[in-house]
């Protein structure tokens, strides 16, 4: 059973920065889609951003300007850069990866492995 596990989630000022990180636990292929999505209470798990194993890059809607995604170089470990961060980017923020090969998706119902999720709170 894969283990996504995140990092990096904490408080902040309207302004500051975060980088949440996941890597995989006891997994040694190459996860194909990794990616990030997040979770306020009340409403439905959204997509943030994702990336392949190419580095080809996915983000959901101009609003994540402010986000980076980035992957390190042949392994399965995903970064989130989170700059000028705003209250309305507080939620919990959840890696997703899966295995097979194709179009990376902005949908979690095609993510097989979740990790178990890192609390960002920005306040102003």
């Known amino acids: 059973q894969v283990q996504l596990v995140e990092s990096g989630g904490g408080s902040v000022q309207a302004g500051g920065s975060l980088t949440l990180s996941c890597a995989p636990s006891?997994?040694?292929?190459?996860?194909?889609?990794m990616a990030w999505f997040r979770q306020v209470p009340g409403k439905e798990r959204e997509g943030v951003a994702g990336i392949n194993q190419y580095r080809n890059t996915w983000y959901v809607d101009s609003d994540k300007a402010h986000f980076t995604v980035s992957r390190d170089n042949g392994g399965n470990t995903v970064y989130l850069r989170m700059g000028n961060l705003r209250p309305d980017d507080t939620a919990v923020y959840y890696c997703?990866?899966?295995?097979?090969?194709?179009?990376?998706?902005?949908?979690?119902?095609?993510?097989?492995?979740w990790g178990q999720g890192t609390q960002v709170t920005v306040s102003s």
């Open positions: 997703a990866a899966h295995s097979y090969r194709g179009a990376c998706s902005d949908s979690p119902d095609k993510y097989i492995y």
């Open positions: 006891g997994y040694t292929g190459t996860l194909y889609c």
